[in-house]
Structure formats: C-alpha cells, structure tokens
C-alpha cells in the first residue's frame, strides 16, 4: 500500500502545482492585470489546465488506482483514491484537444464580460454566454448522458444536487418570503436607512477591514485583502488565502459585508487540516458547504445585534461624522433592511434567495435552451419585476451583474441558498453548546471557530457534503430552520 500511495500522492502534488499557478494567475487577473491581457493569460491557462488533464485523465493514474482499489487502505488513502477517481472519471469523458480549446474560450469569455459590464452593453458578452452555454450542454453530454443537462451541473458544485430537490426547496421558500415581504412593505414601522448613503472614506474602510479580519482569526501573515471587481477568496494551500473586496465609497456596508462574507470563506480554507496538504482533499468541500460557512459568518454572525454592539465603537471612531446621532440599535435595523433590490450581492437577508430564484430559473431555461440568450435580458428584467418588484435600470445593474456564467458556472448559484439555509440550522446546533450571543458581543469568535473546525474544516474533501452537514447540523437537513429564522428576524425588525 506504502508503495502505490506514495506514487498517487506524487501526482497528487503535481497537481497541487498546477492548481497552485492556476489560482494565481485567477487572482492576478481580477486584481492587478491590466485590462487587454486576456489573450496571454488564455494560452497559459489552457497550458496548464491541460497538464492538469493529462495527469488526471493518464494511464500512470489509471493504473494506480486499479492498483489501490485492490488494497486496504486506511480512511485517508481512501478518500484521496475517491476523489481522485470522481475528477478522473469527469475528465476522461471530455476529449482532450476540446478542453483545452473550451478553457481558452471562458478566459476571453471572463474578459467580454468585463467589458460588456462597464459598458453596460450585454450585446458584447451575448454571443461568449452563448458558446459558454454550448460547452457547457456538450459537456454534460460527456459527464452523464443519461441525465439531465442542468442536473449533471448541479451535480458537478453540489454532489448530489439535482432539480428535483431544489425545486421544492426554492418553492417553499418563495412561499414564505413573498409574503413577508409584501407584509414588510404594506405594514412593517419604517427603518431608518438614509445614513448609509454618504462618504465612507475609503482609508477608513479599510481599516475597518483589517479590524473586522483581525476579529475573525484572519492574521495578515496568512490571508491578505486586496481589491476586485467581484469579491472572492482563493486559499492556495492553507497557509496562504487571499480575499478580496470591493470598496463602495457611497456605502460602507457593502465591503463590510463582502470582507466577514470572504472571511468565512478563508476561515474555512485556513483551517482544513496541515496533514492533508498537497493532497485532492486539502480544500474546503462543495460550494454549498463552502456558501454556508461564508454565509454563517456574514449573516448570522456579522448581522446579528450582538456583533454590532461590539463593532460600534470602532465604527464609531473611524467614522465620528457619518455617524453623528446615529445608534447601534438604527444601524443594526439599518443592515439588515428587508428592501428588494438590484444587486444581488448587496441583498438582505430576505430578499437575497429571491435574486438566487430569479438566476435558477433563467440558468434552467438556457441549459435546456428553452430560452434564447438574445432574451436573457428582458427575461431577467421581467422576473426581477415579478419577484422583487424592481425595475432594472441597465443591464449592468441586471443580467451583467456576475462573474458566474461567464466562467461557465452554471448551477452554481442555488448552492449560495442552500449553503444560507445550511448555516441557519449550524448556528442553532452551535447555541446548543455555547452562548453565541454573549461571543459575538465580546467579539470573541474563538468558540464559533472551535465548533466549525471540529465539525466541518479540519476534513477538507476527506468526509463528503452531506456528512459533513449533517455534522454541522446535528442531523439531517430541514430548510424550515432557514425559513422560521427568517420571519422571527424580519417580524421583529418590522415590529409585524
Ligand atoms: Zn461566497
């Protein structure tokens, strides 16, 4: 067993090489490159993810892992072999010269898209969603046959995941926060929200960022902040993970929330156990499990009354102006106004799984290509109307707003409510064992971390996604958790 293992964990650390440039190379491109690089940026990429291929998809593996299927081997060995076997059997299916043709395509689809965002202009980005979509759909074709186009996607971020568990999921929600929301608007007391729009200063921003990292456990000796776009965080191997933020000079929430939100990411990626290092389980889980940890810190622990009564101070000092006759109590209602909105990533907690909804619904249509991508843009505009009662200004605001299917991830959104919902169940497993409140009040968020290191991090892709929540949740699943958070939050904000 020695033997065969030490060869696997070879081209196990070859890969991490591969993956370790590749991610560098990502993070480049949304934070320093200038902006017409994408085309060297392709050729080095498509390189490298065919390296990637060749070593995943070669005989030398192949053979290992007959070799290893043969053998006893001890939890950890097997679930490298597990792992391994899955992104292998993914990969042999897709013909070699067109992945390396396909990855081209998404860096200058990525690139489109930026462009077509800062113009505004989805007629630039159109005719790459459309090969985007192609790949995609010929993809699933190779992946699994049998199934559904959109389902093996869902599979793919989610194992597990397929329509005909989040379609109920999404529709009960909807029933329950449509309502609320109406109830909001039509009865709720009013909260106060005008503050918030005003200069922020962005040095002060940042320092209140490094403030909030430093609360989190987030030594700047291992995770750095820097400036994109879209907010991310890409862990290169647990002792380095980089997030990033994007500062709204009008708005001091927004970072705020992106940083706790990326923070929760890194926390996660910094904490995945050293043994499993250079290894295919040294990463945090599925998207869905990742989206909970993100959404646990951002939400219910960033949001809560408890953690701003124990950053107002701080906010107090760095911004003594802008808060002048301000309480802790109106910024707490303040962040987390129930207003429908334009952006997702800016959503409050109620309205935000309506913009997931909006996304399932148009990424189901154009993979099934029920719905042509020269329509996406009314489309989106129409459900935004009907579900948040929004009208979209321009399709920066709207249909251009993500990164997402410009990079080919399709089927990724829902896991961004699955994970919320996730997460709504782990905290109340969490207040089992110790008083979260009383923590988040004295910005002691070392118990929060104890916990979620215990039961989730420490694994990486050693346990599979439902293990590893039902850990986090003390048993199985129930999204009604998610769903009774939401109207006990919302009722007593709005005084309903
Ligand atoms: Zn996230």
């Known amino acids: 067993m020695e033997q065969v293992m030490e060869k696997i964990r070879g081209i196990e650390h070859q890969l991490y090489a591969y993956n370790y440039a590749l991610a560098i190379i990502g993070i480049d491109a949304e934070t320093a490159a200038p902006t017409d690089s994408a085309e060297g940026r392709g050729e080095a990429v498509s390189l490298l993810s065919c ?3 060749e070593l995943l998809t070669g005989d030398e593996l192949g053979q290992l892992l007959e070799a290893a299927a043969a053998l006893e081997l001890d939890e950890r060995a097997a679930a490298e072999c597990r792992e ?3 992104m292998r059997e993914r990969y042999t299916r897709i013909p070699a010269e067109e992945f390396a043709q396909d990855s081209r395509v998404f860096t200058l689809s990525q690139d489109a898209w930026h462009k077509a965002k800062e113009q505004s202009d989805f007629s630039i980005f159109a005719p790459w969603l459309e090969k985007g979509l192609e790949i995609r759909r010929r993809w699933a074709g190779y992946i699994d046959p049998a199934k559904d186009v959109y389902d093996v996607w869902l599979d793919f971020y989610q194992d597990g995941l397929c329509m005909a568990s989040a379609d109920p999921f999404f529709a009960a929600l909807k029933e329950k926060i449509l309502p609320l929301v109406r109830r909001i608007q039509t009865e709720g007391k009013p909260v106060r929200t005008d503050f918030l729009h005003q200069d922020w200063p962005l040095e002060d921003q940042r ?20 400036e994109s776009e879209h907010p991310f965080t890409s862990g290169l191997y647990d002792g380095d993970v980089r997030i990033t933020t994007h500062y709204d000079p009008q708005d001091m929430l927004s970072s705020l929330y992106s940083v706790i939100h990326e923070g929760g990411h890194a926390l996660y990626e910094r904490n995945v156990s050293p ?15 990742h989206e909970s940890q993100s959404r646990l ?11 701003l009564s124990w950053l107002w101070p701080e906010l107090v000092r760095l911004f003594p102006k802008q808060l002048e006759g301000i309480s802790c109590e109106e910024l707490y209602r303040a962040a987390n106004r129930a207003e429908p909105s334009l952006i997702r990533t800016e959503a409050d907690e109620l309205t935000y799984p309506l913009h997931i909804m909006v996304r399932y619904e148009l990424e189901k249509q154009l993979m099934h290509g029920q719905l ?7 489309a989106w505009n129409r459900l935004y109307k009907e579900y948040l009662g929004v009208d979209v200004p321009d399709d920066a605001q709207g249909v251009l707003q993500d990164i997402h299917w410009s990079g080919g991830d399709f089927g990724y959104f829902p896991t961004y409510a699955l994970g919320t919902a996730y997460a709504a169940q782990m905290v109340e497993q969490m ?12 910005g002691n968020l070392e118990p929060v971390r104890a916990y979620l290191r215990e039961k989730i991090w420490q694994y990486g892709k050693m346990l599979e996604p439902a293990e590893l929540i039902r850990r986090g949740c003390g048993g199985e699943f129930d999204p009604e958790c998610f769903a009774n958070y939401l109207e006990r939050k919302y009722t007593e904000i709005y005084e309903l």
Not at 207 to 226: K, Q
């Open 84 to 86: 391994l076997r899955r």
């Open 297 to 307: 810190f951002e939400n219910y622990i960033g949001r809560s009354r408890e953690f």
């Open 275 to 289: 043994a499993l290092r250079y290894t295919v389980l040294a990463e945090g889980s599925c998207s869905g499990v």
């Open 431 to 442: 207040k089992r064992s110790f008083d979260l409140g009383h923590c988040c009040a004295e």
């Open 207 to 226: 320092r209140l960022a490094e403030y909030v990292m430093e609360a989190m456990g987030l030594s700047p000796n291992h995770c750095t902040l820097s």
């Open 372 to 378: 042509p991508v020269a329509e996406l843009p009314a």
């Open 51 to 53: 390296k990637q291929y």
